[in-house]
């Protein structure tokens, strides 16, 4: 069943690179815990200690929020297809804004995508495996165009208008840092 280990082995760096989606949590140590789901190829494995996503522009910015409190995070992924597996990495965070240099030299792991927000590396303490048995069985469609589609109208200015408008708190009133 489930297994508790100090870092990603291949067999689960491999189950990783085959995933569409992720899930991330995070919390402050008060105010609402956030779990969103991620998808678009915006995931990649640097070694066995250490991962990196990309963060798209959205309607909020609760991990950013969260990350300048308390740089916990739980990632998971999960097994819709084939064989059942939960895979949880549980560690701390960093995060990256396009002004930091280090977020320029983590982009080029990830295709070129207008609307791009923060990038976050994961530092893992710990990795848990666990069975899935009671996951459904899913069919993969595709990947949803809609954000493409949106970043790219409205543009580099758009988007950061809406940061503006929409990015600089967390919905319990945190500062996100967006702008700092």
Known sequence: MGKQLPELTSQLIKFIKEQHIFFVGTA???GRVNVSPKGM???AVLNEREVIWLNMTGSGNETAAHLLKDSRMTIMFC??????LILRLYG????YHPRDKE???????FEDT????QIYKLNIEMVQTSCGFGVPF???NGERETLKTWAAEKGDSGIKEYW???NQKSIDGFETGIFE
Do not use: C, D, W
């Not at 977020?103 to 792991?109: A, G, M, V």
């Open 28 to 30: 402050a140590a008060e």
């Open 41 to 43: 190829n915006t995931f």
């Open 79 to 84: 097994s819709f297809e084939r064989k059942p």
């Open 92 to 95: 701390k965070a960093e995060m």
């Open 103 to 109: 977020f320029e030299s983590y982009l080029n792991h």
């Open 114 to 117: 207008q609307g791009a927000r």
């Open 138 to 140: 899913m069919e993969y």
């Open 164 to 166: 503006t408008e929409k």
